[in-house]
């Protein structure tokens, strides 16, 4: 297994689940369980199965010491830096970024907690540094859910936000990245794009996989220009545009005058520079990327970016109630195939002989005369007897009274469902109390005032 020096690891930790409220009022995002282990695992496993033993991880400040205990219990072996940053401040991605600026020292990877992929991470390394690239994002194919999949809770009709996303045919250059939101009714691309990508594919159903080999000088931009918050919505569309620029020329006239009239603190060819040797080595060299016109390797273009596509049925991002319920239901594909996950705990208490297909934390307590399938039971939850649980997430102190039907449901930390109830299609937040003989069916049930943010 090859181990990476050249690069630092940044696991961006500390979103609040904007999009997943009902399920992170009660618990911080990066851990809610997906096949009962923290969502965060699979990120770090998958790195540290690629030979990667070292990473940052940013947090909240105040989530710092849950999230510690939850991941000393994983057995991981590769060595996490925990940083907090402070919960009162709204950071974006690219402000979470640049707040740890001075602990990157080289060209970084980023990752987002939410991710749930098979990535194959040598080959996006390598494309990243055949190139010498800027930026190499990963891109996911939207994940195909069943026409028969019930997400818990009301019917959402919100469409999600869809992404317009330009890839080179040949190359795998990323040569256009915007939301669809941007635009009114047409889109239009400019000549210069045209002329020198003339073989692209406009996607609109890519996803962005919040997965991006960085260059050491992209973040020393970052950090001179604080204009950017974030980094999918603002920081790669500007570079990734400024792929067709050149950097400016001084006036012959005066240099000295021109220095001082360029904004140098904006102007991002101050730090995207070449050295003499690669220019050297790339007008000397017999390696060409494009067959449309004569031009050096790469159009002499300083700025490169490429996306990396990985194959359909491959990966999601656990940030929406929909995209987390389904990753629970996946048990291939979706999960990396180095990766191995728990079934029934040793330490939990199964009485019953009708479990099937399900992992059980340890501590749970399954009775007996109780059945139990395709689902995910947490810690020290207990099941009574004369129930029936199905194809539900079944989170962390959860407590099923005697004869309940629970059917697709997500069951939130410390609620209690008292005797007698039928849940079906149904979310139930944290510490909420169902009340003994009730009927409820794609709702979710909760106080209203936990998914207010202050």
């Known amino acids: ?6 690069f630092q690891v940044v696991v961006l930790a500390g979103g609040k689940g904007s999009r997943m409220t009902e399920l992170t009022a009660g618990k911080t995002k990066c ?29 909240i400040e105040n989530t710092k010491k849950e999230i510690t205990a939850a991941l000393d219990k994983l057995n991981l072996n590769i060595k996490l830096e925990l940083v907090g940053i402070p919960e ?35 080959e996006v390394l390598n494309l990243y540094r055949r190139n010498k690239a800027s930026i190499t994002a990963v891109m996911l194919p939207l994940p195909k859910i069943p026409s028969t999949f019930v997400v818990p809770g009301p019917k959402n009709k919100q469409k999600p936000e869809t992404d317009l996303i330009g890839i080179d045919n040949k190359t795998n250059r990323l040569v256009f990245l915007a939301s669809a939101s941007d635009f009114e009714e047409d889109l239009y691309i ?29 973040l020393d931009f970052l950090v001179h220009n604080k204009s950017f918050g974030t980094l999918k919505g603002e920081l790669f569309p500007y570079i990734v545009k400024k792929q067709l620029s050149r950097p400016p020329k001084p006036s012959v006239d005066d240099k000295n005058a021109s220095v001082v009239k360029m904004d140098l603190k904006d102007d991002i060819y101050r730090f995207a520079v070449e050295s003499k040797l690669d220019t050297l080595i790339r007008k000397m060299s017999a390696f060409n990327d494009h067959d449309s016109d004569l031009d050096n390797a790469y159009h002499d273009d300083i700025i490169r970016c490429y996306a990396y596509m990985i194959p359909n049925n491959c990966g999601l991002r656990a940030n929406t109630v929909q995209m987390y319920r389904f990753a629970n239901s996946m048990t291939s594909g979706f999960i990396p195939s ?14 019953s002989t009708q479990i099937s297909n399900c ?14 399938k395709d689902s995910h039971i947490g810690p020290a939850s207990i099941i009574e007897p004369k129930t029936r649980v199905s194809n539900s997430v079944i989170m962390g102190n959860v407590i099923i009274k005697e004869r ?5 449901c997500i069951l939130c930390n410390g609620c209690i469902v008292e005797e007698g109830c039928e849940l079906k299609d149904c979310l139930v937040g944290t510490q909420h109390v169902v009340r003994e003989g009730s009927n409820h069916s ?12 202050i």
């Open 442 to 453: 794609r709702e979710v049930l909760t106080e209203s005032d936990r998914f207010m943010e």
């Open 31 to 59: 851990l809610l369980p997906i096949h009962n282990v923290p969502m965060i695992w699979y990120s770090l496993k998958s790195l540290e199965n690629a030979g990667f033993t070292e990473a940052i991880v940013i947090v």
């Open 359 to 372: 992992n059980v934390d340890e501590g749970a307590l399954i009775d007996e005369k109780t059945s139990v």
């Open 190 to 218: 400019s000549q210069k794009l045209l002329q020198k990508h003339t073989n692209f594919t406009m996607h609109s159903k890519l996803l962005d996989a919040h997965f991006y080999v960085i260059s050491k000088w992209v």
């Open 404 to 408: 309940c039907v629970i059917q697709n």
């Open 88 to 122: 009162s401040e709204d950071l974006g991605t690219a402000d979470a970024v640049r707040y740890i600026h001075d602990k990157i020292h080289k060209d970084f990877i980023v990752v987002s907690c939410d991710l749930i992929a098979d990535v194959n991470i040598p």
């Open 338 to 351: 180095n990766v191995s996950l728990p079934a029934i705990s040793p330490l939990s208490t199964v009485k």
């Open 1 to 6: 297994m090859t181990k990476y020096t050249e």
